[in-house]
């Protein structure tokens, strides 16, 4: 079936490719498991385009890039067709309503998802070697050490947000194509658990929170693969983080852990108000922080506060950044 | 058990600099200052090639790379010539005489000015940029009967940036020495040449270098140029100069990477296979074509 | 000087090791992940394939304070160098690291010493271990390198079956043994040859390969190729490569106060891949795109240490590939490269 949803996709950019155009989508890499985002910058390059179970690279984060990289060809002058799956399309939902691209610009293309493969889940389970990777069903079957054979449930590898469900809804924009079953794909996720405990509990005291905080993230080692594939993160050059003139690159401290944690709470505070709860930051990092836990809680309590949910819309604006007449003020 | 070695002394750590005194703090321009850094015992002597850098620091602020201005061994002391441009010299402005600022140093290569020796000396400066080269001035004067001619030639924003008037006004007076000063735009109060500096190296302005275009043709051939400023301003001197066919092994310039160490180990400071803080920070015009151009 | 180390003596020699020196070794996280840790002896995870993170990190640190300085009523400023003489063990280190460690302690040595670095290899014994498997990443072959290589090592270890092979390779490391020998066995006869079994069957495994040693000297001719665009349209800059590679060797030097007259000088890991790193004061950006900072990082590796050391500043650990989040593939690169140069020799 996915085959033929990658046969779909490819069929349908060449219907609608005019002269001029771009996409961006996926692409095969020789290492087992890897895909790497694709620009499509002619027609004839449309059929190297891949869709498959290890698509997990959300593209919405190039859309943030466009003030600052020359990514568009030179003889750009069309639409920029950018393919999704449902969880990114609302990524791009929230670049649309906090006019980070225009919606003009860009021709949104849904994929019917069926869940999504962590490479480095894989590699884990496989002891660090996998030298092939098949799909039979529901399972991968992966050569080891020595041509050894191990299958592995596809569902052992997936996304937390795939087995959790919670990103999956599409978003409310007509502006989309659908590329799969669109009743068949709602069917699916309706059937989702939504089970995964969070690791903020609402019933944390202060004191238990900032021992989980300081867990956590004093691993990190400052690399910025979090902020830099994150499609809410969209200052690029202009971070503050990248102000010679300010010097807070590393921050204030010779103590790395206390860096990073002030690190953190800053994107935290820039992030949280248009966080879509992607993952792309958890999946990033190098040193398995899990990132998204800390905004999957941040957007629970938006939910309960003002039922505002980031990236459901092209057009609902920032709950944190809005006040309407009559509002109580908190 | 093999004892614990004792730890190298403070001397061999190249990272920890010594603290000097600041003895004199002068007005230069609206931004600019001159800071005079007395030498503490056992540092007075310092081995230095005009052109070299050191590393100054204010503690709990930062460190930044400022080229020596001069070296005055009678007064044991360094002269910085610094421009209020970040936070680090945002805050070596507001210091006051008798306060401390870190040292080390000297870093670099400086200009190979025994190679100058007996050869004209003509000298391109944008805004700041004449900085630097006031060591290698003093240097001709103090050693004048090793050279032939001087020339200064001077671009500042508008007269109030203008840096050393005094000293210009006094080189002017010495023998075979001219200087020439242009601010960018005409401005009422200012007769003096208008336009970029760069002009002052083309052979169809009125007042351009004497130098390289009013003397023998032999003149201009025992000639070196250096050249300080941004890549803007030297770029468009380069361009003057290719067009008179002027040896690229003659012109010398300085680049302005971004630097924290000063000694290699950084990388901020990295262009192709040199260290702009080690190799450099002057380079010959003829090695900067063989380097990537990434200053 | 060849011994033996029965598997189930290890953890005795751990706990005498720790006697007079910290002992870090590859232990499996609360993540997953397998990481160089301070050990107590249990848990210590000498097989397999090499861990996703480097030692680096204890040869140079994250961060470090570099020195203390105070204000003196006087105005006088006094300043306490950081210095640490803590002994440390490491165990585990896969040859591409070794290699790492080695031309780290080169580049830090040359006209200026970096204290700091030097004296901490002083103080530290490197245990080596031959890789028994790659990883998926894994192309030290690539570099001319082998997964036995010992350069680097005080000791190296290989994986026997039943025991590991032993061999003392500097004075250091000979010294360790000498002053453990109750602990190790006399070695037979042919146990060298657990070695060349290793190499054999692990570079088999091994997937991908290319000659790099034959680029060598001529990688930068793709400086003006457009090889580059291909990937740096899709890399976000962030600096996972860079931080995870085990010769990656830039930082960034600031100063803090913790009060009016007090405070210190401190270093933190910094990466070529971050748009600030070469910003100028004056605005001025000598690699403010992408495709310049990518280019950076690939022609430092592999031509510009070159061109200053004579040797590739790459081991061909693939972690760059394995961490990158966007899935930018160093054998890939290094692929384009190779056409590029095969193309303009013709
Ligand atoms: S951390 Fe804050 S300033 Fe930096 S990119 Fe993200 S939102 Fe922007
Ligand atoms: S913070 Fe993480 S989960 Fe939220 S939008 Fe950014 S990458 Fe996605
Ligand atoms: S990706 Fe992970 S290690 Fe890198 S900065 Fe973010 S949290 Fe830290
Ligand atoms: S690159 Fe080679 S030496 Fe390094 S871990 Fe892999 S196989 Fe071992
Ligand atoms: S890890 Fe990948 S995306 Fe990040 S800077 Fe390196 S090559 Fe670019
Ligand atoms: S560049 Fe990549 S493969 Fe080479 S040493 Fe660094 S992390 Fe390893
Ligand atoms: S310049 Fe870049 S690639 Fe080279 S050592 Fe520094 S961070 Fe690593
Ligand atoms: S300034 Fe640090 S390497 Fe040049």
């Known amino acids: 079936m996915k085959k ?82 449902p969880c990114d399309a609302r990524s791009v939902m929230q670049l649309f309503s906090d006019m980070q691209v225009s919606e003009e610009l860009v021709n949104l293309i849904v994929i019917q998802c069926d869940g999504i493969a962590d490479e480095s889940k894989l590699t884990k389970i496989m002891s660090g070697y996998v030298s092939n990777i098949e799909e039979e069903n529901d399972r991968f079957i992966c050569k080891g050490i020595g041509g050894t054979e191990k299958s592995v449930p596809i569902r052992d590898c997936w996304l937390d947000k795939c087995s959790d469900g919670k990103n999956c809804d599409l978003p409310y924009y007509y502006g989309y194509y659908f590329v799969g079953n669109e009743t068949e794909y709602r069917k699916r996720i309706s059937n989702l658990l939504h089970t995964k405990t969070d690791l903020v509990q609402d019933t944390m005291s202060p004191k238990e929170l900032k021992k989980l905080v300081n867990k956590e993230l004093s691993s990190c080692i400052r690399c910025n693969a979090c902020r830099n594939v994150c499609p809410a993160c969209f200052c690029s050059d202009r971070c503050v983080f990248e102000q010679p003139k300010v010097n807070v690159k590393y921050l204030d401290s010779e103590d790395a852990s206390k860096n990073n944690i002030l690190y953190h709470m800053i994107r935290f505070n820039h992030v949280a108000p248009n966080c ?55 | 058990m093999e004892k614990n070695k004792k730890a190298p002394s403070i001397n061999q750590n190249p990272y920890i600099p010594f603290f000097g005194k600041l003895t004199d703090i002068i007005d230069e321009s609206h931004v600019t200052k001159r800071f005079f850094v007395e030498l503490p015992k056992g540092h007075e002597k310092v ?101 032939n001619k001087l020339e200064v030639l001077y671009g500042a924003r508008n007269p109030r940036e203008i840096i050393f008037r005094e000293e210009m006004k006094s080189w002017r007076l010495k023998k075979d020495t001219t200087c020439k000063i242009t601010i960018d735009k005409p401005e009422k109060g200012w007769d003096g040449n208008t336009g970029f500096v760069c002009n002052l190296v083309d052979k169809n302005y009125s007042d351009s270098s004497e130098i390289l275009f009013h003397c023998a043709a032999s003149e201009r051939e025992n000639t070196v140029v250096l050249v300080v400023g941004p890549p803007v301003m030297f770029n468009s001197i380069l361009k003057k100069l290719e067009e008179i066919n002027f040896p690229d092994d003659s012109v010398y310039l300085s680049l302005e990477n971004h630097m924290k160490c000063g000694i290699g180990k950084c990388g901020h400071c990295n262009c192709g296979s040199k260290y702009v803080c080690q190799d450099g920070p002057i380079f010959s015009w003829k090695e900067l074509k063989t380097m990537e151009k990434e200053y | ?207 991908e390969k290319i000659d790099v040693t034959a680029l060598k000297n001529k990688v930068g001719s793709a400086y003006n190729s457009d090889i580059w665009k291909k990937y740096s349209d899709i890399c976000v800059n962030c600096g996972a490569c860079t931080f995870n590679c085990p010769t990656c060797t830039c930082f960034d030097v600031a100063d803090t106060s913790r009060s009016k007259n007090e405070g210190c000088h401190y270093r933190t890991w910094d990466t070529c891949q971050n748009f600030a790193f070469t910003l100028h004061a004056s605005g001025h950006n000598p690699r403010s795109t992408s495709e310049e900072r990518l280019r950076q990082r690939v022609m430092h590796k592999y031509q510009y240490t070159v061109d200053q050391m004579d040797q590739f500043s790459c081991t061909g650990c693939g972690r760059c590939t394995q961490v990158c989040p966007v899935g930018i593939s160093m054998i890939a690169i290094l692929k384009d490269i190779k056409e590029v140069v095969d193309n303009g020799e013709e």
């Open chain 3, 1 to 207: 000087m060849r011994k033996r180390l029965q598997k189930q003596k290890l953890s005795s020699l751990i706990k005498k090791l720790k006697e007079d020196a910290t002992v870090i070794a590859p232990v499996m996280t609360d993540k997953n992940e397998v990481d160089f840790l301070p050990v107590n002896s249990e848990e210590v995870i000498l097989s397999g394939a090499r861990s996703l993170y480097s030692p680096k990190k204890y040869i140079f640190k994250q961060s470090e304070s570099m020195y203390d300085y105070t204000i003196q009523d006087s105005g006088k400023v006094t300043v306490k160098e950081s210095c640490e003489n803590e002994k440390q063990i490491i165990m585990g280190i896969r040859p591409c690291d070794l290699h790492a460690i080695e031309y780290m302690k080169e580049f830090y040595s040359g006209k200026y010493k970096d204290s700091y670095i030097l004296r901490r290899l002083e103080n530290s014994v490197l245990i080596g271990l031959a890789c028994t498997e790659p990883s998926t990443n894994c192309f030290c072959t690539s570099l001319g390198n082998s997964p036995v290589d010992t350069d680097g090592s005080d000791i190296m270890m290989a994986d026997a079956g039943s025991f590991y092979f032993v061999k003392g390779i500097t004075e250091k490391g000979k010294k360790l043994i000498e002053n453990n020998k109750d602990i190790f066995e006399d070695s037979q006869e042919d146990d060298e040859r657990v070695l060349s079994d290793i190499k054999e069957s692990c570079e088999k495994a091994i997937l």
């Open chain 1, 4 to 85: 033929q949803i990658e046969k779909n996709i490819k069929s349908l950019l060449h219907s609608i490719w005019k002269s001029g155009d771009m996409a961006i989508s996926w692409t095969k890499t020789s290492i087992p498991g890897k895909r790497t985002p694709f620009f499509i910058k002619n027609k004839n390059q449309i059929d190297q385009l891949v869709f498959d179970t290890f698509c997990a690279v959300s593209l919405a984060t190039y859309l943030t890039e466009f003030n600052r990289k020359e990514i568009l060809p030179e003889d750009f002058k069309g639409k920029l067709h950018i393919t999704c799956k």
């Open chain 2, 47 to 147: 081995d230095f090639i005009p052109g070299q850098f050191f590393q100054l620091t204010v503690p709990g602020v930062g460190e930044i790379p400022i080229s020596l201005s001069d070296y005055i061994p009678e007064k044991k002391s360094l002269l910085f010539c610094i421009a209020n441009t970040g936070i680090v010299t945002n805050k070596i402005h507001q210091m006051k005489v008798g306060e401390f600022i870190g040292v080390r140093g000297p870093y670099g290569n400086g200009f190979p000015i025994e190679k100058f020796k007996g050869k004209n000396i003509v000298i391109v400066a944008g805004g700041i940029g004449l900085f630097p080269l006031r060591s290698v001035i003093e240097y001709y004067f103090r050693n004048k009967n090793d050279f």
């Open chain 1, 276 to 330: 879509t709860g992607c993952g792309e930051c958890e999946r990033a990092c190098p040193m398995s922080i899990p990132l998204s836990m800390f905004y999957k809680y941040f957007n629970r309590l938006m939910w309960e506060e003002f039922e505002y949910k980031p990236g459901k819309t092209n057009s609902e604006r920032q709950k944190l950044l809005s006040y309407h007449l009559g509002e109580d003020l908190v």
